[in-house]
């Protein structure tokens, strides 16, 4: 476990930055000339601490080493893959849930003509990849079995797939290969990888981008006790969408899934899986009430230290609702634009939105008043 975390702070958006900006010392995001950030936060599970980046060298000799290690992580340009672009910011993962039971557009889109045609629509408006669902992960919802899952998405998934770069959201290794045979080009398991135990290998053998998505579940040193059975873990922890808002809880919400990436990653190079076109997703929503998830929105540019882009699930989400009271609508555009704008900001490159043109509408007129 690390003893100290590095967050990347006070960001500077839509200018080329420069050596000196108010005379601060910046440094770019990822290799990124239009993001810079002037300051860093050095986090401990016992104490915050800012500091400028100029002022780097009063730090102790060994304290300055490490942090400077994590600045080349975090200053470091990122590959493209999947259709993303990681030097225009943001990214944006359009959603296409094809089942009758999602949280917001349940049975909106699951006939094939409507799904194929919503697909091209958020194309259209911008949207760099399209995730596709066959199953419902929000907050209480049920297993689907394999046959249903991919009966759901597989006319659709197959048309698609030779249109635009599509994404499947599943987590079943069984879909995900016969989702990558018909042209998937990522794969995005809510369940952090945990669900299926076949899905390693899947990963391994097609080499294919994914995402490492964080829910809540019951913590990885109990998941190798011999009391417990791993798929009985696997199937009745709060890492499932059925229970997994039953209150959850963290220690520190921020350290506790930073270090669970850690972890991840490093399983995933033991299990073989070498390359980098992977994303994480702290996952907005999945076993975090208002407090985490707001926590989570405002530190999120501490993840930029693990050296993979960042993806997050904001749009139309619950705590939407729970900031604007009598505000709310079905929705929830204005929440997820104000929320997006946020996370362009800090360096956020994937966002997952149902409303991409609307969110496409603020970005440039947000860019355009920034660069005037």
Known sequence: MRRYYTRACNFYYGKESKILINNKKSLPLNGNKKISFDSIEIISRKSRRKILIKDLNKLPKLLKKNIKFDLGIITSKKKNFANLNFQKLPNIMGVLNLTPDSFSDGGKYNAKNKGI???????????????????????????VNKNLEWKRIHKTLKYICSKFPVSLDTRKSEIMEKGIKIGVKVINDISG??????????????????????????????????????????????ETPETMQINPSYENEILDIYDFFERKIESLRTA?????????????????????????????????????????????????????????????????????????????????????????????????????
């Open 272 to 372: 073989g899986i070498k390359h980098n076109n992977i994303i994480i997703d702290p996952g907005i929503g999945f076993g975090k009430n208002l407090k985490h998830n707001m926590s989570l929105i405002s530190n999120i540019s501490i993840f930029h230290t693990l050296g993979f882009p960042i993806l997050v699930g904001n749009s139309r989400k619950r705590f939407i609702k729970e900031l604007s009271g009598n505000n709310d609508t079905k929705k929830r555009i204005g929440g997820t634009v104000a929320s997006s704008i946020y996370l362009m900001t800090q360096g956020v490159q994937i966002l997952r939105i149902h409303d991409v043109n609307e969110l496409q509408q603020a970005i440039k007129v947000f860019k355009r008043l920034v660069k005037n």
């Open 117 to 143: 045609k919503h697909g091209l629509e958020m194309f259209k408006s911008g949207a760099n990849i399209i995730d596709v669902g066959g199953e419902s992960t929000r907050p209480g919802s049920k297993m």
């Open 193 to 238: 990888l945990n669900f299926d135990q076949k899905t390693k290998n899947i990963l391994k053998k097609y080499k294919i981008p994914f995402v490492v998505h964080h829910s809540q579940g019951i913590p990885e040193n109990m998941q190798n006790k011999p009391k417990y059975k791993i798929p009985f873990v696997i199937q009745h922890s709060k």
